[in-house]
């Protein structure tokens, strides 16, 4: 079939999905409840089709909540401006500065210098790289970025080739990229958009903060065992390279260090605004507590960062011959950049979330799962499970939109903490390496030529097992002695 008539089937079969789901009611709920699941039915259905772009499906609940009396307008917009929204818009804001003045790429660079030039070592130097940028910027705008230093280290070592298997180098540096940026994005609530669906959902409905440093207690070190796995699967026992240290690379990478000069006076300015907003969300809960004049929360702090950046001037760069110019270090304009349909994409989901709740559904999924599940490690790892399989074919964004309900109201209905379902939940969804639609980081490196897709499943069936195993225990053993803190 041609892609219009894809889409039209996508369109229909959404269309067919809602019909179904409020006429026949297969689950004989209320009437008020069948307008929403059908609702529910036709975005769930456009958004894994992908019948129409994402931030358009989220739109919908504007039009259709009102036309359908299940929500005002006044309500349903309000979603859209959802304190979780600014978090991301300011992490959003600190990511385009920092590739605007080109850190990144020396951030980078210098991670690699420092790890060496053998073919194992570069690979290891671009997985710490990327996953720490990973940490505090979207993933996908991270891959963009790592993309193209890798691609040039590519083509170095591929020019001045001195023994090893160079086919096997060029695949692990797509996949370190790709799945770096995937685990490094799950150590920080900001990290990736499914842990800011999560803690958003989760602190709306339980009016309880999830602590920004508990969060990172929890996955940072998780995120550095599975990239430390990836390291070892890629380069020690799938695709070994085995290309000792290369002058060529050396020099490559010394070179490019050298064109980038000292640290530039916005690169300075950035790098400090960057470092204090970190800080910041690190030490809220101290800084808190030190006094009563404010409370600082991580919401504020994101926008802080990002208002900082527009009112901290550039001052003398290369691009003004020296010269003092009237320049922030973001402008504006530098905004068309911004990922807005993620941020619309967000509220979406939130108003979808908070109709499915008001209306009974959530409660009433949970009660039904609850029949079949006995609670214990087993669920989770269950629910770990269906989450990082699903997410192979859905978009890990809107996965934990419908998710996050479901799993948390499981979790009340047999007396469980929501946490001990919702996070693993909401990790494994990221952890999606099997297929190139799992993430947008698997789709750009995917499209570099390097992988063969027989090679992503086979790596990436066992990179899921790997991350299934370490999440389930690390949420069994660890989350609770975090709860009870």
């Given at each position: 079939?041609?892609k219009?008539?894809?889409?039209?089937?996508?369109?229909l079969a959404?269309?067919?999905?809602?019909?179904?789901?409020?006429?026949?009611?297969?689950?004989?709920?209320?009437?008020?409840?069948?307008?929403?699941?059908?609702?529910?039915?036709?975005?769930?259905?456009?958004?894994v089709s992908?019948a129409l772009?994402?931030?358009?499906?989220?739109?919908?609940?504007l039009?259709?909540?009102?036309?359908?009396?299940?929500?005002t307008?006044?309500s349903?917009a309000?979603?859209?401006?959802?304190?979780v929204?600014?978090?991301?818009?300011g992490?959003?804001?600190?990511?385009l500065?920092?590739?605007?003045?080109?850190?990144?790429?020396?951030?980078?660079l210098?991670?690699?210098?420092?790890t060496?030039?053998?073919g194992?070592?570069?690979?290891?130097?671009f997985?710490?790289?990327?996953?720490?940028?990973?940490?505090w910027l979207?993933n996908?705008a991270?891959?963009?970025m790592?993309f193209?230093?890798?691609?040039?280290?590519i083509k170095?070592?591929?020019?001045k080739?001195?023994?090893?298997?160079?086919?096997?180098?060029?695949?692990?540096m797509?996949?370190?990229?790709?799945?770096?940026?995937?685990?490094?994005?799950?150590?920080?609530?900001?990290?990736t958009?499914?842990?800011v669906?999560f803690?958003?959902?989760?602190?709306r409905k339980y009016?309880v903060?999830?602590?920004?440093?508990?969060?990172?207690?929890?996955?940072?070190?998780?995120?550095l065992?599975?990239?430390?796995?990836?390291?070892?699967l890629?380069?020690?026992?799938?695709?070994?390279n085995?290309?000792?240290?290369?002058?060529?690379a050396?020099k490559?990478?010394?070179?490019e260090?050298?064109?980038?000069?000292?640290l530039?006076?916005?690169?300075?300015?950035?790098?400090?605004?960057?470092?204090?907003?970190?800080l910041l969300?690190?030490?809220?809960?101290?800084?808190?507590?030190?006094?009563?004049?404010f409370?600082l929360?991580?919401?504020?702090?994101?926008i802080?960062?990002?208002?900082?950046?527009f009112?901290?001037?550039a001052?003398?760069?290369?691009?003004?011959?020296?010269?003092?110019?009237?320049?922030?270090?973001?402008?504006?304009?530098?905004?068309?950049?911004?990922?807005w349909?993620?941020l619309i994409?967000?509220?979406?989901?939130?108003?979808?979330?908070?109709?499915m709740?008001?209306?009974?559904?959530?409660?009433?999924?949970?009660?039904?799962?609850?029949?079949?599940?006995?609670?214990?490690?087993?669920?989770?790892?269950?629910?770990?499970?269906?989450?990082?399989f699903i997410s192979?074919?859905?978009?890990?964004?809107?996965?934990v939109?419908?998710?996050?309900?479901?799993?948390?109201s499981?979790?009340?209905s047999?007396?469980?903490?929501?946490?001990l379902?919702?996070?693993?939940?909401?990790?494994?969804?990221?952890?999606?390496?099997?297929?190139?639609?799992?993430?947008?980081?698997?789709?750009?490196?995917?499209?570099?030529?390097?992988?063969?897709?027989?090679?992503?499943?086979?790596?990436g069936?066992?990179?899921?097992?790997?991350?299934l195993?370490?999440?389930?225990?690390?949420?069994?053993?660890?989350?609770?002695?975090l709860?009870?803190?």
């Open positions: 079939m041609s219009i008539q894809v889409k039209l089937v996508s369109l959404g269309v067919l999905v809602a019909l179904f789901l409020y006429f026949v009611n297969p689950f004989h709920v209320a009437e008020p409840a069948a307008r929403v699941l059908a609702v529910a039915g036709l975005m769930i259905t456009w958004w992908e772009p994402m931030p358009v499906v989220a739109l919908l609940p039009v259709l909540f009102p036309l359908l009396k299940i929500n307008m006044k349903t309000a979603s859209y401006g959802n304190e929204i600014f978090l991301f818009m992490g959003f804001m600190l990511g500065a920092i590739e605007k003045w080109n850190l990144h790429r020396r951030i980078a210098n991670i690699v210098k420092a060496g030039t053998s194992n070592r570069i690979i290891l130097g997985i710490l790289a990327t996953g720490f940028l990973s940490m979207s996908t991270t891959t963009m790592m193209p230093i890798a691609l040039s280290v170095v070592m591929g020019d080739q001195e023994g090893g298997n160079y086919a096997h180098f060029n695949l692990s797509m996949l370190a990229i790709a799945w770096s940026s995937n685990f490094g994005g799950i150590a920080t609530i900001i990290g958009p499914p842990n669906q803690v958003g959902y989760f602190e009016n903060n999830i602590d920004f440093v508990d969060w990172m207690i929890l996955c940072t070190p998780l995120a065992i599975l990239m430390f796995a990836l390291y070892l890629t380069t020690k026992v799938l695709f070994p085995r290309i000792r240290s290369s002058e060529a050396r490559h990478i010394h070179g260090i050298a064109l980038l000069g000292k530039s006076g916005p690169e300075k300015r950035v790098l400090l605004v960057f470092s204090v907003t970190a969300w690190i030490f809220k809960d101290l800084i808190n507590l030190s006094q009563s004049m409370k929360d991580d919401n504020m702090i994101a802080m960062g990002g208002l900082a950046l009112i901290f001037p001052g003398k760069t290369e691009q003004t011959g020296g010269k003092n110019k009237a320049e922030g270090l973001l402008e504006w304009s530098d905004t068309k950049e911004l990922a349909g993620i994409l967000f509220g979406g989901g939130i108003a979808l979330a908070d109709a709740e008001k209306a009974g559904l959530i409660t009433q999924l949970g009660a039904w799962l609850a029949q079949y599940a006995g609670g214990g490690i087993f669920l989770l790892f269950m629910v770990t499970f269906l989450s990082i192979e074919v859905m978009s890990n964004v809107a996965q939109i419908v998710f996050s309900p479901v799993v948390c499981l979790a009340d047999i007396g469980m903490n929501p946490l379902l919702g996070i693993p939940m909401t990790l494994a969804a990221s952890c999606a390496s099997m297929l190139p639609m799992g993430t947008p980081p698997n789709a750009i490196v995917f499209a570099s030529g390097h992988i063969r897709l027989k090679q992503m499943i086979k790596a069936l066992v990179m899921n097992i790997v991350a195993v370490l999440i389930t225990l690390f949420s069994w053993y660890l989350l609770p002695m709860m009870k803190g």
